[in-house]
């Protein structure tokens, strides 16, 4: 994970230096958190009566912001999971989708705010995984705003 903040700084860095002499370009930098949690005790949206599958195993799960109020949720597709339920904390978890894909937008992350979501792989014959759990928080970490900068400037800082 370090490696890829390093290689997304590096890339901002880059792209400030290159457009810092173009008048009127702005630069904006979106970090994106993400932490994968597996609990132990499972609840799934309706009363029918489940069994927890120990081989429904949850792996990471990987946020993306698609937009200022939008957040793609990925993982890798369970072995024998024949769905997936997708909770988002409220108050308590509530169920947003029940999914076949192994992902899920959710067109109502607003922007800055943490959002923690739970999901449940489902499996044959009332049986469910052990839920996992991950929180996306986005957030505005780096903003530039271009000025002019001439080559004659450029210059003098680099020789002091």
């Keep these: 994970m370090q490696s890829r903040k390093s290689f997304f700084m590096a890339g901002v860095l880059i792209c400030t230096l290159l457009t810092a002499s173009l008048p009127g370009i702005s630069v904006r930098a979106e970090e994106v ?28 799960i ?13 993982w890798e597709a369970v ?9 988002k904390l409220q ?7 029940t999914v076949t894909d192994s992902f899920y937008r959710d067109d109502t992350a607003a922007y800055g705010s943490v959002h923690k979501y739970k999901i449940v792989p489902l499996g044959d014959n009332n049986t469910c995984g052990e839920a996992a759990y991950v929180t996306f928080d986005h957030r505005k970490i780096v903003s530039i705003t271009g000025k002019k900068y001439s080559y004659t400037a450029m210059k003098n800082d680099i020789e002091d």
């Design 79 to 87: 072995d024998g999971a024949t769905g997936y339920e997708i909770y």
């Design 33 to 60: 958190t993400d932490s994968t949690e597996v609990s132990d005790s499972t609840e799934v949206s309706d009363s029918t009566e489940m069994t927890v599958d120990s081989s429904l195993l949850m792996g990471d």
């Design 91 to 97: 108050e308590d978890y509530e169920l947003l989708a």
């Design 62 to 74: 990987f946020t993306t912001a698609v937009s200022g109020d939008s957040v793609k949720l990925q």
